[in-house]
């Protein structure tokens, strides 16, 4: 009887060491078979899973951001983080309305670059700020109907 059970736990630990392979090999394909703009760094799964996704694109990396604010050039910048229901709920009418408005909008994954929440004083997502001239001028924080985006591409960035 203790023999069958140790073949049993033996065949479900096999099973989860396979189960883990499998997916830890369909997560390498994915960020390697993708236009992964994270270099090598090692992804969290939600970013993985939005690899493809042309919502997503557009990204812009901590240091491009800060020289490019630093700088003084204009750039408008949404924050969100890929396991955000309101994120997942704003960026599908955000992301369309930024280019209809042809607003160049960079994406800053929170998930991946923690410690930016700091940096830009974020204190939920989604957030979207317009910087100019080295400055924050405007910022949504939370879930906004489109028309108050629409508002703040009038306002902030349309010209």
Same mark, same amino acid.
């Given at each position: 009887?203790? =023999? =069958?059970?140790?073949?049993?736990?033996? #065949?479900?630990?096999?099973? +989860?060491?396979?189960?883990?392979? #499998?997916?830890?090999?369909?997560? $390498?394909?994915?960020?390697? &078979?993708?236009?992964?703009?994270?270099?090598?760094?090692?992804?969290?799964?939600?970013?993985?899973?939005?690899?493809?996704?042309? &919502?997503?694109?557009? @990204?812009?990396?901590?240091?491009?951001?800060?020289?490019?604010?630093?700088?003084?050039?204009? *750039? %408008? *910048?949404?924050?969100?983080?890929?396991?955000? #229901?309101?994120?997942? $709920? %704003?960026?599908?009418?955000?992301?369309?309305?930024?280019?209809?408005?042809?607003?160049?909008? =960079?994406?800053?994954?929170?998930?991946? +670059? @923690?410690?930016?929440?700091?940096?830009?004083?974020?204190?939920? %997502?989604?957030?979207?700020?317009? +910087?100019?001239?080295?400055?924050? @001028?405007?910022?949504?924080?939370?879930?906004?109907?489109?028309?108050? +985006?629409?508002?703040?591409?009038?306002?902030?960035?349309?010209?």
């Amino acid at each position: 009887m203790q =023999k =069958k059970i140790l073949i049993f736990v033996g #065949v479900i630990v096999l099973l +989860f060491a396979g189960l883990y392979f #499998v997916i830890d090999y369909k997560n $390498n394909q994915a960020v390697e &078979n993708s236009d992964n703009p994270y270099g090598d760094k090692k992804l969290e799964q939600g970013t993985i899973d939005q690899l493809d996704d042309p &919502n997503y694109g557009n @990204q812009i990396m901590p240091d491009e951001l800060q020289e490019t604010v630093e700088s003084g050039e204009a *750039v %408008t *910048v949404y924050f969100y983080d890929p396991l955000c #229901v309101h994120c997942q $709920n %704003t960026t599908p009418y955000l992301v369309p309305l930024a280019e209809d408005n042809d607003v160049d909008m =960079k994406k800053m994954n929170l998930r991946e +670059f @923690q410690n930016q929440w700091n940096v830009y004083g974020i204190e939920s %997502t989604p957030t979207l700020i317009h +910087f100019e001239d080295g400055e924050e @001028q405007g910022r949504i924080v939370g879930q906004a109907p489109e028309d108050n +985006f629409q508002q703040f591409f009038d306002q902030y960035v349309v010209e």
